[in-house]
Structure formats: C-alpha cells, structure tokens
C-alpha cells in the first residue's frame, strides 16, 4: 500500500507516493491545478499500486478541487492539518523546504497518524460554511465602515448622539442622512457615501441571515433546539465540522474543536492544561453557546456551581461545561448527518433509471 501525500497550490499540486509500510518514496509527480492534471494525477497513483490512499494538505481555497475530484472517483482521501505537516518536515532528517518536502511531509504525517479526519462529499455543509463565512465577512465589512464614518461625524460634532450598535439601525441612518444634507463639504460628501455603503451591507446581512436561518431550519432543527444555539450557530456547527461520521468518537469531535484538556503530566502527578489548538471558529460557537446557556438556563448555572464546589475556579468551570456541550452537540450532529445522508440516498435512487423488460 502506498501514500500519496499532496502539497496544493493555486496552479500546481506535487505528489509524492511513499510505502505505507517502509517509509521509502516510491515516486513523485507535480501536475497542474486542472482537470487533466487531476486525471493523470490518478493514473500515475493507479500504475503505483492498486491500494492507496491519498493525503492532501488541509488547504481547503486551493485543495478542494482535487479533494472533490479523488472523492468523485471513490479514492480514500485524509486531511493533514498544515501544523501536523509543518512539525512533520521540522523532525525529518532532510533540511529545506520546497513542494516535494512539503509533499512528503504530509505523506509522512498520513503515514504516521492512522486516525487522521477523513474527507468526504459535503455539500450541504459546504453551503452553510460558504454562506457563515460570507457572512462574517460582510459583518467586518460594516464595522470597518462603521468606525469610518464614526470619525467623520465626530468631526463634524454628529457623533456624540449615536449610542453603541445604532449605525445598523434604518431610523437612525434617515436621521444622519437628513442631519448630512443640511452640511456641505468634503467630509460630508464621503460620509454619505458610508452611510449608503453602510445601509446597503445591512440589507445584504439581514438577508443573508434569513437565508442561513431558512436553511438551518431545515438542516439541522435538532441543533436549534439546544438552548442558547441560533441558526448561526448551527450553521457554523454543521458547516466547519464537513460531516461529523469522519470522526471516530466523541473525544476525537472534542479534541478537533479545542474543547478536551490536553494531558500535562509529568511523574505521578496526572494534571491537564488548556487546549489551544483545534478549530477556533468551531471552539468560539462553543464558548457562545455555553456563555449563553449560562445566562438563560438554571442547569447550566448548577453546573458551573457544582464544578466550583469541586475547587475549579469559573474559567475551569467553563471549560467543563464546553466539553460537555461538544459531547451534546456531537450527538446532535450525527442525527443532522443521517438525515442528510438519508437526503442523498433518496436523490440517487430516484435518479437512478428503471428498465422495464417485456416479457414475451
């Protein structure tokens, strides 16, 4: 059996194939970031070794093509974080860095790590992941435009008036923008400009909120009934996670997220210390989640003070409280893959054609 491990780039992929078992490279290869180059990619994998598996560079903007490429031709397809590959190429014994060690690193981090994510076909959740981050992007695009054109009315003596979180308010932009009319200058002129520029993003986020919340409803119901959890929430949840059956267990959900305690023992002494790393976005949705239950849910405050009793301080009482929110949401999440799965079934049963033969 043999490894492919992929280095992606915008408009080349290099490949290096090593002996599952041995370690040694059994060939290399560096194709463009195309169709053709996918194929021959394959072909030159097929010659290699009938059993393979491919391990790709997490790099989802330049990785995904191929990844959706391997997975349309039924190939085993892991994903190789960059700082399990970056610490991989650091412990080698050959200094440098260039496609190939880059390649042969994630090779080599697939080869050594058995348990690694597996990719799989996601659209739905690649949808909602789209649409969050679109979203989250449009929001930075307001504030930056709100803090800009906070500058300007303060010089112009409008923007004592305007309280925190007003400059998405309808009301509130009519009234600057009958206030502006009255003024002509310069500073003036640019802030009507970010005043529409402002009213314009908020129609675009509070539809795209609808959309997201639309589609969060009919995906994941089970995750919006957990108290303190919107459908941006669960959009974020169902959509950075990629399909949750890549997953061995709970713990493994956990650790991906940053939520599980890493062991920092030492001796006979057992103690654990912050998990820093995982996925941040997916650890952020987490501690709103908790923050929120903390305010709205009598269980939630039993808990924190149950672990308090225990002799943790609030912050460790927190964390306690993240890691069992993930344990329930990864219950929640394989209900959410099921159904999607059972989505997908469906579709390609009734796709697929029905002969009728005549009997004669």
Not at 67 to 94: W, Y
Not at 96 to 123: F, H, N, T, W, Y
Not at 133 to 142: P, S
Request: glycine share 6%; aromatic share 4%.
């Amino acid at each position: 059996m043999i490894i492919v491990g992929i280095d992606p780039h915008k408009k080349s992929h290099t490949a290096v194939a090593v002996d599952a078992a041995m370690g040694t490279v059994r060939g290399e290869l560096q194709v463009q970031a195309d169709k053709a180059g996918h194929r021959r990619l394959l072909a030159w994998a097929e010659e290699l070794d009938y059993e393979r598996r491919f391990a790709l560079e997490d790099c989802r903007h330049v990785s995904g093509q191929v990844e959706r490429f391997l997975l349309a031709a039924g190939e085993e397809v892991v994903r190789v974080s960059p700082n399990l590959m970056g610490a991989t190429r650091r412990g080698a014994r050959t200094y440098g860095k260039s496609d190939p060690i880059d390649a042969r690193a994630v090779a080599e981090a697939a080869r050594r790590e058995p348990d690694l994510p597996r990719a799989c076909l996601a659209q739905t959740e690649d949808d909602l992941r789209l649409l969050v981050d679109h979203h989250d992007h449009l929001v930075g695009e307001r504030t930056r435009i709100q803090n800009r054109l906070r500058w300007h009315l303060h010089d112009l003596g409008l923007e004592a008036s305007i309280p925190p979180k007003a400059l998405r308010n309808a009301c509130r932009l009519d009234r600057l923008s009958r206030e502006l009319a009255s003024l002509s200058s310069v500073r003036v002129d640019i802030a009507r400009q970010l005043l529409e520029h402002c009213r314009t993003l908020t129609l675009e986020i509070d539809d795209l909120e609808r959309e997201i919340a639309h589609m969060a409803t009919d995906v994941a119901p089970e995750l919006l009934a957990l108290p303190g959890c919107g459908a941006l929430s669960a959009a974020r949840l169902v959509g950075d996670t990629g399909g949750v059956s890549r997953f061995r267990n709970e713990a493994a959900f956990a650790m991906h997220v940053g939520a599980a305690p890493v062991p920092a023992s030492s001796g006979n002494r057992t103690r654990y210390r912050l998990n820093r790393r995982g996925n941040r976005r997916l650890n952020a949705t987490l501690h709103r989640i908790a923050v929120t239950q903390l305010r709205i849910c009598e269980s939630a405050r039993a808990f924190i003070a149950r672990k308090q009793q225990e002799g943790k301080s609030k912050r460790e009482a927190l964390r306690c409280l993240k890691r069992h929110l993930a344990r329930r949401v990864f219950g929640l999440l394989q209900l959410v893959d099921r159904r999607l799965r059972r989505r997908v079934n469906d579709i390609h049963s009734q796709s697929t054609p029905i002969v009728v033969m005549a009997l004669t």
